[in-house]
């Protein structure tokens, strides 16, 4: 039988798509709930829901997650590294190689101000004056203990 180009002749192929399609998602859920279930996630997904439910229901605060902060022996061993490679670097280095230093050396001393709570604006000020900042931020971290220098 010729297809002569009616509607009719487009509907069963697009009911057929379609069916297939929605078979193809259910099974890609079903997969994805099989594998939450073997690997223990679903129960604990619903344990931590029941959690916050009770939680809700007693009107207490769920407790904040804990900052994942490394060792402050390994910040400040990546600090006076970093103080170093800045100190060091050659003339003819590129400037997008002294920026990336700058922006981790950057990310070091906020991370080393978090762990020792000391206050700091380094994220917030202009790049202009950003390395006064940078020094009265390591200031503050050698008031506070840390050896950045060395």
């Known amino acids: 039988?010729?297809?002569d180009g009616s509607p009719?002749?487009?509907v069963g192929p697009l009911l057929d798509l379609g069916a297939v399609t929605a078979m193809l998602v259910g099974g890609f859920l079903l997969l994805g709930l099989v594998y939450r279930a073997f690997t223990g996630q679903l129960?604990?997904?619903r344990r931590a829901a029941r959690r916050a439910r009770g939680r809700a229901a007693a009107g207490v605060e769920p407790p904040p997650p804990p900052?994942?902060?490394?060792?402050?022996?390994l910040v400040a061993a990546d600090l006076r590294r970093l103080a170093h490679q800045l100190a060091v670097v050659p003339s003819g280095t590129?400037?997008?190689?002294r920026r990336g230093l700058l922006a981790a050396y950057d990310d070091v001393l906020v991370e080393a101000a978090a762990i020792l709570q000391v206050p700091n604006?380094?994220?917030?000020v202009p790049a202009a004056s950003r390395e006064?900042?940078?020094l009265q931020l390591v200031a503050a971290l050698e008031a506070a203990g840390l050896v950045v220098s060395g």
């Not at 604006?121 to 917030?124: E, M, S, V």
């Open 94 to 97: 590129p400037v997008a190689r």
């Open 1 to 3: 039988m010729p297809a």
């Open 8 to 10: 009719a002749d487009v």
């Open 43 to 45: 129960q604990a997904d």
């Open 67 to 73: 900052g994942p902060h490394r060792p402050v022996e």
């Open 121 to 124: 604006g380094l994220t917030t």
């Open 132 to 134: 006064v900042e940078r």
